[in-house]
């Protein structure tokens, strides 16, 4: 009923704007130098600010406006501003081209929204000039740990890329890679992000308020946008670091028509590793140990204009990280009598074709096609040879094992999305999109041999096949100078098996404008998520299994309420205050004595059901407030960020169905971002952070089986009765010590004949925090007593990276 009434809304509101002598001004806004569309331009009448809008995710805008002499006004983050004066008397295609300030002493770097002004709430933009000036660990700029430091974002373990957004879980972030989704953001086990800075020109997180546009997950919109390539000159970069190089080239095809990027990278520790594996080796006497691991992925992005009405554009990304470890041994003579080999692999592929096609100057369609795939598989071969006195050829005898394991998902997607630009007052998108996703949530193949006799096992889960679709419809909406409103919703359908699920989710922001430098906003927003994801919450491997919801683990539900003020101080310092309350229905956790692997009685591979009778379904609810304050002018850019939150969950048989905190419950988190450019060869980078611990589960009890081996358990599964006094068995009972630390850097640039040199120096963790990884439970035999010891993974860290970008 309520989405019904928004819509017949919509429909007086638009026809009360078909009046008055208006034109339409539509074009591109674009780099004059590259030819890269730039999104979020703002594009205005000077003499009428109010008159005015900004491009979209690929530069198109349109100024609907009344006839007569205009300044058409165009400006975005770095670049200059520029004024034409036009007379406006018929609808009129102007491509605006800006150029690059050379000049930076006075350049905006944080945001290019006007956030008093936008309707939008909840939402950062983070120019990925700024994200690169930030100091790195191990020389390796990182787009998650960026966003970890912005309010509402907590960074979950130290030095890890996985976030946590407003109370809710890893699987609950879109991450959005050219409008494709990404469903594992991690290199070395999380330690960095699949995102290649040199390959990026955008990055936003919106966590709340959520445009009807967006749909699929409950807690935040992670948007990437790639480079598209320079349209008129030939660019190289290349950087080397400590851990991994990358290099970058891109260029026109048909010049001022069609270009492409080409970005990649790669880490060499496996390569590294082998000298020092060796001589290990001929020091210890010992058998042959070698070890290592690497990650390497690969970007690249063509695009090609038909006309000023259609352009395409191909993009693609794909990267893998693989550890691997092999031993052999042999006998006083040398004769070799074993093998062990072990190997770990991970990796993405996504790629997607789009469209653009400008119907009128007020309609604009954007297609895509998409394809997206994660996977990850677990390897391990042994064999040994012994004596065989039987064999009447003096043959060894041989036993050999193989055991592999595979999981992932794949989606196949198409979209079509329309903007359509009434006028200033009054603008729609709406939209359908559909999906087929595949899920393999895991299958293993064991094979063993004795001598001639052969057994081989495969037992798993069945693939599984479901669709989702859906169409959205949302506007945006001037009421007078003071008001505006997006309002729209979304309706979805969400089909497995023999099983649908139909999800209305009605999404509304308003923002009421006091003045040119204060506005207040509120947003309501209803969400529903088809996947979910199981992970092992102490082991920070990629062994993680998508599975679908089905008819007996249910899809999860959000409704979450924000609200805020955002005003301008001193015509210097951006800041907004927001509140936030989140409720979460039919979330996934683990019941008590299950895990990710598989338990001794799933042996058959048409199994599907058995993961469900795994996991339980409860809810969960977070609440808080944000502060973010920006310094986005001048020599010295800054910002600082304030979370004070509370996040919680109740499962029916977890915690004897207690309410608990979540693992990142985490009451406060600071960050301070400083940049500071000195001259045009020295600027400098600091960071410090500051955050709550974590919580973690500490056991209660500790058992010993019949040969020794120790368990330790929180008894919940074995105890029926009342908790007893003093036992603190329930899960996430402890929190670990606060985290903060400091990271620094500086950059020393030269121009050289053939380009710019840049030298990066960081310190990460510069005064030594040991900062708790992990903690684990130690149980003295002797006297009885249980400890807990803090393992810390990080200390200061140094590194050093060159970059040469050529001309």
């Known amino acids: 009923m309520l989405i019904k009434t928004c819509y017949f809304a919509l429909f007086l509101l638009f026809t009360l704007h078909l009046y008055g002598q208006k034109h339409t001004i539509s074009g591109y806004v674009e780099d004059l130098e590259t030819g890269e569309r730039l999104i979020g331009a703002s594009v205005y009448d000077a003499e009428n600010p109010a008159h005015?809008?900004?491009?979209?995710?690929?530069?198109?805008?349109?100024?609907?406006?009344?006839?007569?002499?205009?300044?058409?006004?165009?400006?975005?983050?770095?670049?200059?501003?520029?004024?034409?004066?036009?007379?406006?008397?018929?609808?009129?295609?102007?491509?605006?081209?800006?150029?690059s300030q050379i000049i930076?002493?006075?350049?905006v770097v944080s945001s290019k929204r006007n956030e008093v002004e936008d309707v939008q709430i909840s939402k950062i933009d983070i120019p990925i000039q700024t994200i690169k000036k930030m100091p790195t660990l191990m020389g390796e700029t990182d787009v998650m740990k960026a966003i970890q430091l912005l309010p509402g974002v907590q960074s979950g373990t130290e030095g890890m890329s996985g976030i946590y957004v407003r109370g809710g879980g890893a699987d609950q972030n879109l991450m959005l890679l050219d409008g494709v989704p990404v469903y594992n953001v991690n290199h070395l086990f999380g330690f960095?992000?699949?995102?290649?800075?040199?390959?990026?020109?955008?990055?936003?997180?919106?966590?709340?308020?959520?445009?009807?546009?967006?749909?699929?997950?409950?807690?935040?919109?992670?948007?990437?946008?790639?480079?598209?390539?320079?349209?008129?000159?030939?660019?190289?970069?290349?950087?080397?670091?400590?851990?991994?190089?990358?290099?970058?080239?891109?260029?026109?095809?048909?010049?001022?028509?069609s270009s492409f990027i080409i970005s990649a990278r790669r880490t060499y520790l496996d390569v590294i590793a082998i000298p020092f594996e060796m001589l290990y080796n001929k020091i210890e006497?010992?058998?042959?140990?070698?070890?290592?691991?690497?990650?390497?992925?690969?970007?690249?992005k063509l695009n090609y204009k038909f006309s000023g009405k259609d352009r395409i554009y191909l993009?693609?990304?794909?990267?893998?990280?693989?550890?691997?470890?092999?031993?052999?041994?042999?006998?006083?003579?040398?004769?070799?009598?074993?093998?062990?080999?072990?190997n770990l692999n991970w990796g993405n592929f996504v790629t997607a074709f789009r469209w653009n096609h400008i119907f009128t100057p007020k309609l604009f369609l954007n297609t895509t096609a998409t394809y997206t795939k994660f996977n990850y598989g677990i390897g391990q071969n042994n064999y040994s040879l012994w004596a065989d006195p039987s064999s009447p050829t003096g043959e060894p005898y041989r036993n050999t094992s193989t055991s592999e394991y595979d999981s992932g998902i794949r989606d196949l997607a198409l979209n079509c999305d329309f903007d359509w630009i009434i006028n200033t007052n009054l603008?729609?998108?709406?939209?359908?999109?559909?999906?087929?996703?595949?899920?393999?949530?895991?299958?293993?193949?064991?094979?063993?041999?004795?001598?001639?006799?052969?057994?081989?096992?495969?037992?798993?889960?069945?693939?599984?096949?479901?669709?989702?679709?859906?169409?959205?419809?949302?506007?945006?909406?001037?009421?007078?100078?003071?008001?505006?409103?997006?309002?729209?919703?979304?309706?979805?359908?969400?089909?497995?098996?023999?099983?649908?699920?139909?999800?209305?989710?009605?999404?509304?922001?308003?923002?009421?404008?006091?003045?040119?430098?204060?506005?207040?906003?509120?947003?309501?927003?209803?969400?529903?998520?088809?996947?979910?994801?199981?992970?092992?919450?102490?082991?920070?491997?990629?062994?993680e299994i998508w599975v679908p919801a089905t008819k007996n683990v249910l899809p999860q539900k959000s409704t979450q309420y924000a609200g805020g003020v955002a005003f301008k101080l001193l015509n210097r310092l951006d800041i907004t205050v927001e509140g936030f309350y989140k409720e979460m229905t039919n979330l996934v956790e683990y019941k008590e004595g299950q895990s990710l692997f598989f338990s001794f009685d799933d042996t058959e591979v048409d199994n599907a059901e058995s993961w469900e009778s795994k996991v339980e379904q409860g809810r969960g609810w977070?609440?808080?407030?944000?502060?973010?304050?920006?310094?986005?002018?001048?020599?010295?850019?800054?910002?600082?960020?304030?979370?004070?939150?509370?996040?919680?969950?109740q499962f029916e048989t977890i915690s004897f169905g207690q309410v608990f905190p979540s693992k990142f419950d985490r009451r406060h988190d600071i960050s301070l971002n400083l940049s500071y450019k000195h001259n045009d060869k020295i600027d400098y980078g600091l960071t410090w952070v500051y955050s709550s611990g974590n919580n973690i589960t500490v056991a209660g009890s500790q058992y010993l089986t019949l040969n020794g081996v120790s368990i330790y358990s929180n008894n919940e599964s074995h105890y029926a009765g009342p908790i007893?006094?003093?036992?603190?068995?329930?899960?996430?009972?402890?929190?670990?010590?606060?985290?903060?630390?400091?990271?620094?850097?500086?950059?020393?640039?030269?121009?050289?004949?053939?380009?710019?040199?840049?030298?990066?120096?960081?310190?990460?963790?510069?005064?030594?925090?040991?900062?708790?990884?992990?903690?684990?439970?130690?149980?003295?035999?002797?006297?009885?007593?249980?400890?807990?010891?803090?393992?810390?993974?990080?200390?200061?860290?140094?590194?050093?990276?060159?970059?040469?970008?050529?001309?």
Not at 214 to 240: F, P, T
């Open 52 to 99: 005015g809008t900004s491009s979209n995710v690929y530069g198109f805008y349109s100024l609907t406006i009344p006839e007569g002499e205009i300044k058409l006004t165009a400006s975005f983050v770095g670049f200059n501003t520029i004024v034409q004066t036009i007379q406006h008397n018929k609808d009129t295609v102007i491509n605006i081209s800006l150029s």
């Open 104 to 107: 930076l002493d006075e350049v």
């Open 192 to 257: 960095f992000s699949v995102f290649n800075g040199d390959a990026i020109s955008d990055v936003s997180l919106t966590k709340g308020g959520f445009p009807a546009r967006y749909g699929g997950r409950l807690s935040s919109i992670i948007d990437i946008r790639m480079k598209e390539g320079n349209m008129y000159d030939y660019n190289a970069d290349v950087s080397v670091g400590l851990i991994a190089s990358r290099a970058t080239i891109e260029g026109p095809i048909v010049k001022g028509k």
């Open 285 to 300: 006497k010992q058998d042959p140990f070698i070890a290592g691991y690497f990650f390497h992925d690969f970007n690249a």
């Open 315 to 342: 993009s693609f990304y794909g990267g893998k990280d693989k550890a691997f470890a092999k031993f052999k041994s042999k006998d006083f003579s040398g004769n070799l009598t074993g093998e062990d080999k072990f």
């Open 427 to 543: 603008q729609f998108k709406f939209g359908a999109n559909a999906i087929r996703h595949y899920f393999n949530p895991g299958y293993s193949i064991n094979s063993q041999s004795w001598g001639t006799t052969t057994a081989d096992t495969t037992y798993g889960y069945t693939n599984i096949i479901g669709n989702e679709f859906a169409t959205y419809l949302e506007s945006e909406i001037n009421i007078g100078k003071y008001i505006a409103l997006n309002l729209g919703g979304r309706y979805a359908a969400y089909q497995i098996n023999d099983t649908t699920f139909f999800s209305p989710e009605p999404r509304l922001s308003a923002r009421f404008l006091i003045n040119k430098k204060l506005s207040f906003k509120l947003a309501y927003s209803q969400m529903q998520q088809n996947i979910h994801l199981l992970a092992n919450s102490t082991v920070g491997l990629p062994t």
């Open 622 to 649: 977070s609440y808080g407030a944000e502060v973010f304050i920006q310094k986005n002018y001048g020599k010295l850019n800054a910002w600082l960020g304030y979370t004070l939150s509370w996040s919680n969950r």
């Open 724 to 807: 007893p006094a003093g036992y603190y068995g329930h899960r996430n009972n402890y929190q670990m010590p606060s985290n903060h630390r400091l990271d620094l850097g500086v950059n020393f640039h030269k121009e050289k004949p053939k380009g710019i040199r840049t030298w990066s120096i960081s310190v990460y963790n510069a005064y030594c925090r040991l900062n708790p990884f992990y903690v684990d439970v130690y149980y003295n035999t002797l006297n009885g007593t249980t400890s807990l010891m803090q393992v810390s993974m990080f200390p200061i860290i140094p590194s050093v990276s060159y970059n040469f970008k050529f001309k």
